[in-house]
């Protein structure tokens, strides 16, 4: 089982940057795909972005793509989230969740989650 802790979640102006990171343990990191989920007050759950095992295979929400990046270390056993031109409406409790072999929006997919970690976009 692979514990997940998500941390770098803060209050931040609209148009800043902030970066987020999940930090794995318990298990072979390398073997896992991790996907950012997001979740904002009175919404579903919802996937951000998703990196395959290698980091070469990557994956973005429309609402997200060109101003998000995902990346990971595997010899740090973390994955990160660059988010730049941050919006209100990217305020929310953001999670990393692990699976084996394949990116997924589903949530019911992943056994493995963090606690996540609070981004408000406000002025």
């Known amino acids: 089982q692979l514990q997940l802790v998500e941390s770098g979640g803060d209050l931040v102006q609209p148009g800043g940057s902030l970066r987020l990171s999940c930090a794995a343990s318990?298990?072979?990191?390398?073997?896992?795909?991790i996907t950012w989920f997001r979740q904002a007050p009175g919404k579903e759950r919802e996937a951000v972005s998703c990196i395959k095992s290698s980091g070469h295979t990557t994956n973005y929400a429309d609402s997200v793509k060109g101003r998000f990046t995902v990346s990971r270390d595997n010899t740090k056993n973390t994955v990160y989230l660059q988010m730049n031109s941050l919006q209100p409406e990217d305020t929310a409790v953001y999670y990393c969740?692990?699976?084996?072999?394949?990116?997924?929006?589903?949530?019911?997919?992943?056994?493995?989650w963090g606690q996540g970690t609070q981004v408000t976009v406000s002025s």
């Open positions: 318990g298990s072979t990191f390398d073997f896992y795909v």
């Open positions: 969740a692990a699976r084996h072999h394949f990116c997924s929006a589903t949530v019911r997919v992943y056994d493995n």
